[in-house]
Structures are given as C-alpha cells and as structure tokens.
C-alpha cells in the first residue's frame, strides 16, 4: 500500500502526462489544481485555473467555482467578486437542479469570506433560489452566513 503522498505523486504525473498528450483537458487540468491546491502549491493551482479558463470551449462553473476559492486564499479578493460575478452571469438554464445548490451554497460561503454585506448575501440566494427547490441545507447555510457576517460587522 502506497503512502499518501506517494498516491499524490503518482496522480499527479498521472495527470501531467494526460495534459501532456492532450493540453487541453479541462478535466485534468480540474483535478491537478485540485491536488496542488491540497498540497499547499496555491500559485501553482492559480496558474493551472487561469490556463483552464483560458483553453475551455465553454464556461465551467466547476473551474471558476475553484478559481474563486483560490483567490480569496491568495488574498485577491476583488478578482475572486469579479469571478463570482463571472459565475452569475453565465449560468445557463440547462445547469442541473442538484448543481446549482451546491453553486448556491459555494456563492454564500464565498460572499462571507468576501466581506459583502448580509443584503448581497440574500441577493445571491434569491437569484438562484428561483431555480433550486428550497433545500435545507441551502437554508441553514444562509442563515449560518448571515449570522457570520452580521457578528463580523458588530466586531468590527
């Protein structure tokens, strides 16, 4: 049995050798960044999301979803908003139920660690809660962000 960063090892080359026959994978380029963005290698993802933003035929909500996230670790947050706002902008229609859920509740996280106030926070929710079920979890994660960003204004 292989150690787990012998595992990462062999994942990574795994996937460097698949962009290396096909440099345009998004998939893979996904997955690397995921793996250099869990090793601590943050410029290294950075890099990896901006080349896949770049090389995608489409918009992939997945790859800016983690292009955002990546930002606010990197402390950019205004490019991390315009990137959430990228977000919002180009969901389409045909974006599955179940999909935007977890897109709901990735924009709720990302609107607290971006500082906006509860208001725009509520905002994201509405856009998106016309097209999701209304979802516990969508819910308990609002209010959690609310109350989060309500006692980040009273320390402050």
């Known amino acids: 049995m292989c150690s787990y960063h012998a595992q990462t090892f062999l994942a990574v080359e795994c996937l460097r050798k698949c962009l290396y026959y096909d440099a345009e994978h998004v998939d893979a380029m996904l997955q690397l960044a995921r ?9 290294d ?5 901006n080349e ?8 992939d909500v997945r790859v800016q979803i983690l292009l955002a996230e990546t930002l606010i670790e990197l402390d950019k947050r205004e490019e ?35 500082f906006i106030s509860s208001s725009a926070i509520a905002f994201v929710y509405l856009r ?25 204004s009273s320390l402050q």
Do not use: P
């Not at 793996?35 to 410029?43: C, E, K, N, P, V």
């Not at 896949?52 to 918009?59: D, L, N």
């Open 35 to 43: 793996i250099m963005r869990r090793s601590g290698y943050i410029s």
């Open 80 to 114: 991390a908003l315009d990137v959430l706002n990228r977000i919002q902008d180009n969901t389409q229609e045909e974006i599955d139920e179940e999909y935007l859920i977890v897109l709901t509740t990735n924009a709720l996280v990302l609107s607290v660690c971006l």
């Open 52 to 59: 896949a933003v770049r090389v995608g035929k489409t918009f």
């Open 45 to 49: 993802c950075l890099t990896i999301l």
């Open 128 to 152: 998106f809660n016309g097209r999701v079920k209304e979802n516990e979890r969508t819910a308990k994660a609002l209010k959690k962000a609310i109350k989060r960003q309500q006692s980040n």
